[in-house]
């Protein structure tokens, strides 16, 4: 049956309508693609600023060593007149040339143009006075704004070089060990290292307590305070228990079936994770309901799942 003119125009303004909203969700898309690349790189922009601050301001001019690449460029330092900064950036050459082959290109850009901003803004703040003369808030302040920043830069799939690309090589090799234990024992090498460049046994101790604010810190930073509650709740009350929490403080709870060993009596063992701050409220209810009950409370220290962490983010 032959169509119409009015059938042919009605079919191609609904075959030009679609190809507009392809056309415009296809723009969206690639809106969306270039937003998140721009903030990307001006978050890693802002985190590298904020590490070679926590360098030139804070570890370098107190002679304390931080540990990896950084620790072993400052320790050159002494020694050739060249800025810590573009030390740095050479020392990290060979490692830069290793992310390549082991992570791809894409991740290599990244870290490339993280571990350059590094080196640039070092040596340009290095022209600065120290921000403290006080060896220990040096230590401690660098320690925490180098983690911080590091650990950020990471959260975008980036380093900042050095041990962080062999670090997180290792992650994948060994995935039961976090990031700052990592760190910790590598960095443990170079600051003995620096308490005999320096021929100061105070230079490696300020060092060490750098490493260990940075190891606390940048765990903080890339897992959060994971730690959570795991609560067993045995009582005559459980099908109100469980009514109180779901309603009050909307958390989930499996109940388990159980027999009493001694009684032989079946029973319902509640069974939920809270977080640190929720624990009270749950301790409260489960009172409240049945002061005779038995509540058994031990430690999580990593919880997967709606709420918590996810199964697919990449382990950092």
């Not at 990471?154 to 060994?174: N, P, S």
Request: positive net charge.
């Amino acid at each position: 049956m032959k169509k119409t003119g009015a059938e042919k125009k009605t079919e191609q303004t609904k075959k030009t309508g679609t190809e507009r909203k392809a056309g415009r969700k296809k723009a969206a898309g690639t809106g969306r693609r270039v937003s998140a690349f721009c903030k990307k790189y001006i978050v890693i922009t802002a985190a590298s600023f904020v590490y070679a601050a926590a360098i030139s301001l804070f570890m370098d001019p107190n002679d304390i060593a931080p540990g990896g690449i950084t620790g072993i460029a400052v320790i050159v330092n002494r020694f050739l007149p060249i800025g810590t900064g573009t030390l740095i950036l050479a020392f990290n050459i060979p490692i830069l040339l290793f992310a390549v082959g082991r992570f791809g290109a894409r991740f290599a850009v990244s870290t490339v143009y993280a571990t350059s901003l590094v080196s640039v803004f070092a040596d340009l703040l290095a022209v600065f006075p120290a921000a403290t003369e006080d060896r220990l808030l040096a230590a401690a302040a660098g320690g925490i704004l180098s983690a911080a920043s590091i650990g950020v830069i990471f959260k975008e799939g980036a380093t900042t070089g050095g041990m962080d690309v062999i670090v997180k090589a290792l992650r994948r090799r060994l995935p039961h060990l976090k990031t700052g234990k990592l760190f910790f024992m590598a960095d443990a090498v170079v600051v003995t290292l620096s308490g005999i460049a320096f021929g100061d046994i105070d230079a490696a101790l300020y060092a060490a307590i750098t490493v260990a604010c940075t190891s606390f810190a940048l765990d903080m930073v890339l897992y959060g305070r994971d730690e959570a509650k795991l609560l067993y709740i045995i009582s005559g009350r459980p099908a109100q228990i469980t009514a109180r929490i779901l309603k009050e403080l909307d958390i989930g709870a499996t109940l388990i079936e159980g027999r009493g060993a001694y009684s032989g009596e079946e029973k319902q063992v509640l069974l939920c994770a809270v977080k640190k701050p929720v624990f009270p409220y749950v301790e409260a209810i489960v009172k409240e309901e049945d002061p005779d009950s038995f509540l058994i409370v031990t430690s999580a220290t990593e919880i997967f799942g709606e709420g918590y962490k996810s199964y697919f983010a990449e382990r950092l």
